[in-house]
């Protein structure tokens, strides 16, 4: 068990997305299953932290206790309520019902007679649970940015099926990505161009300030499926 969590935290400090004095991350091994825990700087932090510890083969399971450090420290209620008002005014979801979860109680938030799809929201220490029914991947992957999107989401647990089944693929993403960066208003989407290969994201193109390329990351990695990004985009005052 030691050997195994000493090789963990190699690969971990080998990341240069990770700064493990500034953010220290706890790890326990049981049973071939490592459970990584402690707080990250960003999105991006947390998926290459996972995506290190997974890629060695004594680890046949993962159990992700991550959270990311909020832009801004807000209460769950808050939270709840940015995320609920982020999903009503979302366009895409104009006849989905909105559903937010306080323990045991589930209040309505809109419910359309024939509703398209469903999306029931909880927010627990931070974390933001999405569940619910959706037509399309994209729906699932916008709903998961815009919980993302709210200054005091700690992490998000995505559990939102899509009916039909749908097959996930390098276009879809592509799709997903182009939508989120086309929808952000920080930051300007025609001046970028997205390619991606194997859940691989790579950006380029020009913007005019660090703030900007860095979002448009950032975007990027919300996205579900992402597993890397590299970020090529310049920047031109």
Known sequence: MTKVLDQ?????????????????????????????????????????????????????????????????????????????????QEPAFGDFAIRRRRGERVETAREPTDARGVIELEVEDGVVTLNGQVPGLDDRRLAGVLAWWVPGSRDLINGIAVEPPESDSDESILDAVRLILEKDPFVDAGQLRVGVKHALVRLTGIVPSEAEREMAEFDAWYVFGVDKVDNRIEVRV
Not at 26 to 54: F, H, I, N, P
């Open 8 to 88: 963990v935290h190699v690969a971990l400090a080998s990341e240069p997305r990770l700064d493990l004095h500034e953010f220290p991350i706890e790890l326990s091994y049981v049973d071939s299953t490592l459970t990584l825990e402690g707080e990250v700087g960003d999105v991006a932090a947390k998926k290459l932290a996972l995506e290190r510890a997974a890629a060695l083969p004594e680890v046949t399971g993962i159990l992700d206790l991550l959270r990311v450090r909020p832009a801004q420290r807000m209460g769950d209620g808050e939270i709840r309520d940015l995320v609920r008002d982020a999903l009503l």
